[in-house]
């Protein structure tokens, strides 16, 4: 990678243009290295999972979406998040003309899948959404669960 | 940015590190005849963890995450990875600061600045003649 910056036949910007594009990739490729369904920073929604000895909860990051706008699907262990957001400037009568500064939040239809550990048992799912946040409970089957193993002297 | 790790969470250590860590809230930001307006994502954020503060001049955007995390829990797959959101604006003066509105729901906050009478935009009759 460094031997390019000395090739100065092209211009000095173009060198650490393709420097930085080279870093780009770099960083991507490891990025991707895990799961394929893994997202790009720019997935919406973001999704936070952690265990407990009992369970395995997940956090959807779902802002500006109630319960029912979010449908979520569980096959086996891998764990589909659907639904829609609008834009909710559509809500806001116009005034004139309007120009846009930021538009960085995600609008439109939004599919992702979560690969969860195999141990979860899917008959026992509760989600509840509240601030913007679905939280997702569900519980690990049976033989999965941890279990004390009683040690006697011989 | 996304990554897999295990990372035990334990009582305030793990609560402490969550915290330290500030995200910046996506936002949309739009101007019209009134004003402007502003739309940010903060989600887990309540009414009693925010704070829209107008000083000479900024806007400061700010939410403290309230999801209840058990103690006992390990993060196995975190993509937000932070226990507040903060941003901060600059406002020209045409903006009111007196009369600025916010609402929050849903983790969306939603403020609006409108702009002082003296900056509405006047329609200039041309007369001909």
Excluded at chain 1, 10 to 38: K, W
Excluded at chain 1, 86 to 108: L, S
């Amino acid at each position: 990678m460094f031997e390019d910056l000395w090739n100065m036949s092209r211009p000095p910007f173009g060198a650490f243009d393709r420097m930085r594009g080279e870093l780009d990739s770099a960083f991507r490729r490891a990025l991707d290295g895990g799961d394929l369904r893994m997202p790009t920073a720019d997935a919406f929604p973001l999704v936070n999972v952690g265990e407990t000895p009992h369970d395995v909860r997940i956090y959807v990051m779902a802002p500006g979406l109630e319960a029912d706008a979010v449908e979520l699907e569980l096959q086996g262990n891998l764990l589909t998040l659907h639904g829609r957001r609008a834009t909710e400037a559509d809500d806001d009568p116009v005034n004139g003309d309007r120009t846009w500064y930021r538009h960085e939040r995600f609008h439109g239809e939004f599919r992702r899948s979560v690969l969860l550990p195999e141990t979860i048992d899917g008959d026992r799912v509760q989600a509840r959404a509240r601030d913007g946040v679905i939280t997702i409970v569900i519980g690990k089957r049976e033989e999965s669960r941890p279990r004390r193993i009683e040690v006697t002297a011989a | 940015m996304s990554q897999t790790q295990d990372v035990t969470v334990h009582g305030t250590e793990g609560r402490g590190a969550r915290e330290a860590a500030t995200l910046v809230p996506a936002v949309d930001l739009y101007e019209d005849g009134a004003g402007v307006k502003l739309i940010a994502d903060m989600p887990g954020v309540a009414s009693d963890g925010l704070s829209v503060e107008v000083r000479s001049r900024e806007l400061v955007i700010e939410g403290a995450v309230g999801v209840d995390m058990p103690d006992d829990m390990t993060a196995r797959y975190a993509e937000l990875r932070g226990g507040r959101y903060r941003r901060v604006f600059a406002l020209s003066d045409d903006l009111d600061p007196d009369a600025i509105e916010a609402s929050l729901k849903a983790g969306v906050l939603r403020v609006a600045l409108p702009k002082k009478a003296a900056f509405q935009p006047r329609r200039i009759t041309v007369e001909s003649g």
